[in-house]
């Protein structure tokens, strides 16, 4: 499938906002690889794809986490993180990807991870800080996008994790080692 019926694909399964959004992504995403490197084909097929089940039925994605089976501790956990392991799958299985990293950086995309892939750090930052949100503290983790990505993660993990605390949700573990994570190695740096 070339970039454009993917693009199309993917469109037709969203709302118009949320395809804006993921346009939103791609743009930051690019700027991002041009400032701290990496594969921009890479990234954009990531992109393209990471909210590809953001809005399928919530019994959907479950079947395709399910399906996978590997990763069904995700389905102990709030249901908003749900889109990026089924997002996988649906890469894989309904667009034929098999780079793993590109795949993993749709699965990670929501929760990030310790030890996260330069693709993975990208995805993450770039669907956070993309032109259309707009949170408290999105325009500092913005201006610390271009000094560090890994200082700006970690405040876009802090802001994550103080939200979910505020909203009285549970934390997903991924979240919080990936934080610990980024902590001990911005100290190693
Ligand atoms: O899909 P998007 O809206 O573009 O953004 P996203 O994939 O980062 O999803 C963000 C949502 O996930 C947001 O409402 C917070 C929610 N969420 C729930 N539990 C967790 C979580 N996000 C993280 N990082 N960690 C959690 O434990
Ligand atoms: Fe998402
Ligand atoms: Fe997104």
Redesign the pocket.
């Known amino acids: 499938m070339d970039r454009k019926a993917l693009m199309e694909s993917v469109q037709a399964q969203m709302s118009s906002r949320r395809w804006y959004?993921t346009e939103g992504v791609m743009s930051t995403a690019a700027d991002l690889v041009k400032r701290y490197g990496g594969d921009p084909e890479q990234a954009e097929l990531a992109v393209i794809l990471h909210?590809v089940a953001?809005q399928w039925p919530v019994e959907k994605m479950a079947e395709a986490i399910r399906e996978e089976g590997e990763y069904l501790e995700v389905l102990d956990?709030?249901k908003?993180?749900w889109?990026?392991y089924a997002g996988a799958y649906a890469a894989r299985r309904d667009y034929g990807i098999t780079d793993p990293q590109v795949l993993d950086a749709i699965r990670f995309?929501?929760?990030?991870r310790p030890g996260m892939s330069h693709l993975e750090k990208i995805v993450w930052l770039a669907?956070?800080i993309e032109p259309g949100r707009s949170f408290p503290l999105v325009s500092d983790i913005r201006e610390l996008a271009e000094q560090s990505l890994e200082k700006a993660i970690l405040a876009g993990l802090d802001t994550?994790i103080l939200?979910?605390i505020e909203k009285g949700?549970?934390?997903?573990p991924l979240?919080l080692l990936a934080r610990n994570n980024l902590i001990l190695k911005e100290a190693e740096a």
């Open positions: 959004h909210d953001k956990h709030d908003e993180l889109h990026a995309h929501t929760s990030g669907d956070l994550t939200f979910l949700k549970r934390i997903y979240t």
